[in-house]
């Protein structure tokens, strides 16, 4: 059984501008141990559908879900209180600031006890000690030191580090780390992702990678997935995806990387990324793709069998072309 | 040879910054020692980490700011001193575009205006021919003629950049400083920028300096590639040259750092331990001492001069010693 469980999700926003459905019927089925990567450019929802999970959307936006359960408890059905128990001790989520995510008025040792005062039964003592095993164990130089210091002193590496040090601090079962290094440079992004897929083999905790880096899904995923405007339209393994990606939107951006680029000129998707009021009808990514024709235009795409990528297409690439 | 357009020797930018009442003053070498030229038609990149100066650098060769120390010459005329007259003069023969479209362009005017402005101020062409170049130049960057009336909140993020492009584009410069120019844009949109880019070099015969940190790009894009750590330069020369075979300790942590799009590359990633020094209080000898896997008490003492081999600049004891 799926450690997360979750069949067609939608997330509706209530704007000023009317109704906007951010996410449109995704589904995710992540095993223990999993590591999975949601890739897509921005506004395509790959966020909202973890924040709802996570049970963090703000009020203005609704939730349905045919199912959607972790370690066999329905989230949908789960009282605020339950939730807060299981967020931030069996799922733990990291975001893209690390900076901003920690509190300013806070010594990072107050705001790892934090977490470990509301979900363990655990003394000061043996809170503090748990803290400087955390921080050791996600490689900051002088734990102790750094307990008694202020986000501000740290740099966004650190930060970054201690954000990692809060959530494994429960040992959770789900770790979702949404963007964990796109505000870090190079050389402490490689710091990261090694420390991150570190700690998930040796706790055999399952990991959902948020981000839009296909090098980083290239380097630390097992299992991918592609979203665009709001629907998931490809599903696959790493190695697959890359080696035959089968939706022309995969294909298109794996194309467009400038390290496959074929001579001067890049292979770019002409185009926005649709908003809120231009989102085609049938297939969303029709009037950007190449390939599309008017059955593209007026049929909702199915959903293709796991040989081809489960890509939402009429016409999924047959592979080879990449 | 083609000509030279920009010649920057041991050039520096101090900044003193307050740190608190009571403490005294310091200074930030934001940037310590650079030294380039950018010749006509080429694309000169330069990279490196948050600190390393390279913004700095380019605000330098867009003359945005002055020099504390060294020589800068662009297209023949000394402008280290900053003087007025002469800054002024050559304003438009180099243009910068900024990293963030959203905050580059003013959101209480039109494009048209924002467009035609470099116009007005530099020349005393009348307003129907600053209007047909103002048109002109949005249907180059891939706009439409009706996006003239508009505001910039009305665009995407790859529609801004193409407009302070355009901007950047309109006094007809010879250089274009671009800091950054794609880091914000989503994937898909970054191709469409670059190749705007390439072929607008192609028609007006543009020199570019690049600043990124995104070593992707830079391959795609770079003829010359300049790295820089903490404020001097590690390593300077042919692009494809340094990507074949880095030379420099940091840059060889840096291309192997960066994550490749193929999960059945090999990856043989050699990990900097340790953080990015502060510039306020730079390690003695080789400012990449602290982290580098070559290092020995030379390098803690004595600053590596810049020695070159096969057309490549490398500035490491280690490199010249043999040690690596």
């Known amino acids: 059984m799926p450690l997360l469980d979750i069949r067609a999700l939608s997330v509706d926003f209530t704007t000023a501008r009317g109704p906007f459905r951010a996410v449109d019927h995704v589904d995710f089925a992540i095993d223990p141990g999993d590591v999975l990567a949601v890739v897509g450019e921005s506004g395509s929802g790959k966020s909202v559908a973890m924040l709802a999970v996570m049970g963090l959307l703000p009020w203005t936006a609704t939730v349905t879900a045919d199912r959607m359960t972790f370690d066999g408890r329905d989230l949908m059905a789960i009282t605020p209180e339950a939730r807060r128990k299981l967020i931030g001790k069996d799922i733990a989520m990291i975001f893209q600031e690390p900076v901003a995510s920690l509190n300013p008025c806070f010594t990072v040792g107050f705001q790892i006890e934090e977490s470990l005062a509301t979900h363990m039964a655990l003394d000061s003592q043996a809170r503090r000690a748990r803290a400087v095993e955390l921080l050791t164990s996600v490689g900051i130089p002088e734990p102790e030191r750094r307990l008694g210091q202020f986000p501000h002193q740290l740099s966004g590496g650190m930060c970054q580090r201690v954000m990692i040090a809060m959530a494994i601090s429960c040992a959770p079962k789900l770790l ?122 007026t049929v909702k795409p199915p959903r293709q069998p796991a040989n081809l990528g489960e890509a939402l297409c009429h016409y999924p690439l047959s592979g080879g072309a990449a | ?249 940091y840059t060889q942590a840096l291309l192997s750092a960066t994550p490749v799009a193929d999960p059945r590359a090999k990856r043989n990633r050699i990990r900097l331990e340790g953080e990015l020094p502060s510039p306020i209080s730079p390690p003695s000898g080789c400012a990449f001492h602290p982290r580098c896997r070559f290092a020995n008490d030379r390098c803690r003492t004595e600053q590596p001069a810049a020695t070159i081999s096969a057309g490549v600049t490398v500035a490491c004891h280690a490199v010249a010693e043999g040690r690596i």
């Open chain 2, 1 to 249: 040879m083609s000509e030279v357009l920009i010649r920057a020797d041991h050039l520096a930018r101090r900044y003193d910054v307050r740190r608190g009442m009571f403490s005294a003053k310091a200074t930030v070498k934001a940037v310590a020692d650079a030294s380039l030229t950018v010749s006509q038609g080429r694309t000169l990149a330069i990279v490196g980490e948050s600190g390393c100066g390279k913004s700095t650098l380019a605000r330098l060769l867009a003359m945005i700011e002055r020099p504390s120390d060294g020589k800068l010459v662009i297209t023949g005329s000394d402008v280290s001193d900053g003087d007025p007259a002469k800054v002024r003069a050559l304003r438009q023969t180099v243009q910068m575009v900024f990293q963030n479209p959203y905050g580059s362009l003013n959101p209480r005017q039109k494009i048209g205006a924002a467009l035609e402005e470099p116009l007005a101020i530099t020349t005393n062409l009348p307003a129907a021919e600053r209007r047909a170049r103002a048109n002109d130049m949005l249907a180059k960057v891939g706009l439409r003629p009706e996006h003239y009336h508009r505001y910039p909140h009305m665009f995407s993020g790859g529609q801004r950049q193409r407009i302070a492009i355009a901007r950047a584009l309109m006094p007809r410069p010879k250089v274009l400083v671009l800091d950054e120019p794609v880091s914000a844009l989503d994937v898909s949109i970054r191709a469409q920028v670059l190749n705007l880019l390439a072929d607008l070099k192609a028609e007006f015969g543009l020199t570019y300096v690049i600043i990124s940190h995104d070593l992707a790009v830079v391959r795609h894009v770079a003829d010359d590639l300049m790295i820089m750590y903490l404020g001097r330069v590690v390593e300077s020369g042919a692009s494809a040259a340094i990507f074949a075979a880095p030379k420099h300790p």
């Open chain 1, 176 to 297: 979702i780390a949404d963007e964990p290094t796109t505000a870090l440079d190079v050389t402490i992004q490689a710091q990261i992702l090694d420390l991150l897929v570190a700690l998930q083999k040796q706790t055999g905790m399952a990991l959902v990678l948020i981000t839009h880096d296909m090098g980083v899904v290239a380097e630390t995923a097992r299992r991918v997935v592609v979203q665009y405007a709001g629907e998931q339209v490809e599903r696959q393994v790493v190695d697959g995806l890359f080696a035959s990606p089968r939706h022309p939107y995969t294909a298109a951006l794996l194309a467009a990387l400038p390290e496959h680029a074929k001579g001067a000129r890049l292979a770019s998707i002409p185009g926005v990324v649709p908003g809120q009021f231009d989102k085609a009808d049938a297939c969303r990514f029709a009037p950007r793709c190449a390939r599309a024709d008017d059955k593209c235009r």
